[in-house]
Every structure is written in structure tokens, then in C-alpha cells.
Nanobody, 127 residues
């Protein structure tokens, strides 16, 4: 499985962006797709995740209600729709995938559980 993230850019506060994570290789219903971000000088943190089979979604509290994760099975692509962006959302965003038939928020929010990572895409939100 290989992941290709795209869609980053620069927006003003309150703006929107949609990130894409194109997946090459065989996607299983047990796969979970996640998004993480890393701000300058800070560690990588969980943003959102979705189970590929059932479409169950998980969000960090900091983005709940503003971000939406979804997937397009036909296009083998996961998306992160980001709205009401704030300067503190500025970071490099990474998509990742893990393979597990079982998931909960604690599990999918741990980066160490992910086996596959894409390259990052920069999101910059100016005030």
C-alpha cells in the first residue's frame, strides 16, 4: 500500500481546504485511514480517521465540527475536508493507514499503530 497526499495550500482564517490521500495497492475493508499533522517545532498529532469498510469516523476534539473525513471506494481515495480553518491548524498534514478489524478512538489516534505513511502536504492558515 502506498499513499499520496495532496491538496495543501495557503488560506486565510475561516477558509476551507480539502486534502486527498490517494491509495495505490490493495485496500482491505479492515484498513483504517488516518490523518495526522505536525506543526513547526511540535510533535505529530492525530486529526481524524475512518474505517475503510464501515466508514466509522473518529476525530480529535480540536477539529470536531470543523473537519470531515470521508472516503471514495471507487477512487481508492480518502479525503479530509477542512472548514473554518484557524492559524493553529497550520501544519504539515500526513495520511496514514493501518490494518485492523478492531478500532476505537484511542487505537486509531496512535501514530505508532499505522503501518503506511504518505508524504506530507503543507497547510498554512494566515490571520
Amino acid at each position: 500500500v502506498q499513499l499520496q497526499a495532496s491538496g495543501g495550500g495557503s488560506v486565510q482564517t475561516g477558509g476551507s481546504l480539502r486534502l486527498s490521500c490517494a491509495v495505490s495497492g490493495r485496500i482491505l475493508s479492515s484498513h483504517v485511514m488516518g490523518w495526522f499533522r505536525q506543526a513547526p517545532g511540535k510533535g505529530r498529532v492525530f486529526v481524524a480517521a475512518i474505517t475503510w469498510g464501515g466508514g466509522t469516523t473518529y476525530y480529535a476534539d480540536s477539529v470536531k465540527g470543523r473537519f470531515s473525513i470521508y472516503r471514495d471506494n471507487a477512487k481508492n481515495t480518502a479525503y479530509l475536508q477542512m472548514s473554518s480553518l484557524k492559524p493553529e491548524d497550520t501544519a504539515v498534514y500526513y495520511c496514514a493507514a493501518l490494518n485492523s478489524y478492531w478500532a476505537n478512538l484511542n487505537y486509531v489516534s496512535e501514530g505508532q499503530n499505522y503501518n503506511y505513511w504518505g508524504q506530507g502536504t503543507q497547510v498554512t492558515v494566515s490571520s
